[in-house]
C-alpha cells in the first residue's frame, strides 16, 4: 500500500494531547441516562507521529475513529489494508482485530477517540464500515474543530457532567462525518447537478437533460442522485420548490397562484395538490397555522 511499518515507540510525542477517562467512570457513565448510548473513553491529538504503530489481534473493545490531518499512515482491519491520507478519517469497528501505524516518511498528525455505548452499531452503520475505507470530508476544518472540543472537554475533568458533553461533542462530530461521506464533493457531476436544481426552481428540469448537462446518463445520474441524497431527481427538485413556498407563504402576502408561478407553476391547482400530497394540508391551511 505504500505504507511502509516500523517498531512501536514506548514514549510518546512532542506536544501530544491525550485523555484518557478511569474506567470506573466510564462504567458508571455506561449505566446513565445519554451517556450510555455513546460513551468517549480515551482521545487525543498526535502530531507528527513518528513511528507511531499499534497492533491488536484481538481488537480493543472500544470502537477508534481517527482523523489524519497531515503526513499519512495506514490502517488494516482484518486483512484488509488501507493508505490513511490528510482529510480523511477512517472507523474502526471494535472488537475487530487491527494494526495501524505512521508512515516512516511522512509521519502522521492525528486526532482520535475510543468509543463504546449501545448505539455503537448506529454510529458504525452511520459511516459505512461494512469495509475499512477512508473517509474523504469536505470540511476539514469543521471535523478538526469538533475533535480539538472534544479532547478539551475531557481535559477539562472527566465528571458525568464532561461525559455528557463529551458525548454530545461526539455525536455532532460523527453526524459531520457522515453527512461528508455522502455529499458529493464540489465539482462532481451530482453536486453540479444539485446546484443546478437550486438554481432552477422557477422552472422545470428533465431528468435527461441535466444528465446530459453533467456528462452522465441518466441512470448513472439517478443513481448516484439517490445514493448522495436520499431520493430521485424529480422528488428533490420538487422539495426545492416547495421549500421555497413555505418561506413564501410564511414571510409574504402573495397569493397561492403568485407564490404557484415563483416556483415554477402555471397551474394553482396542480401546485395546491403538490404541496398537499407533501405537507398534509393545501397551502391556504399550512399558511394559517401558528408557527414558532
Known sequence: MGATMSTPRREGFADQRLCVVPRPAVRA??????TRRLVVTDAGWFPA?????R????????AILMLCVRGSGWVEVAGEQVVVSPSTCVLIPARTPHS??????????IWWCHLTGTDLKDVTEALGT???APISLRSLDRVTAQFDELVATLEQGQTPAHLLAATGIAWHLIAQIAVDRVLPETGTPVERAIRYLRERIDSSVRVADLAALVGLSPSHLSALFRHATGGGITAY???LKMARARSLLDTTGLTVGEVARVVGYDDPLYFSRQFRRLHG????AYRAQRKG
Do not use: K, M
Open 281 to 284: 394540508l393545501n397551502p391556504t
Open 130 to 132: 461494512e469495509h475499512v
Open 55 to 62: 497492533q491488536r489481534r484481538n481488537g480493543a473493545d472500544e
Open 49 to 53: 507521529a513518528d513511528g507511531h504503530l
Open 100 to 109: 495501524y501505524g505512521s508512515s516512516n516518511e511522512h509521519p502522521w498528525t
Open 29 to 34: 457513565a455506561a449505566d446513565r441516562a445519554v
Open 237 to 239: 427538485h420538487i422539495a
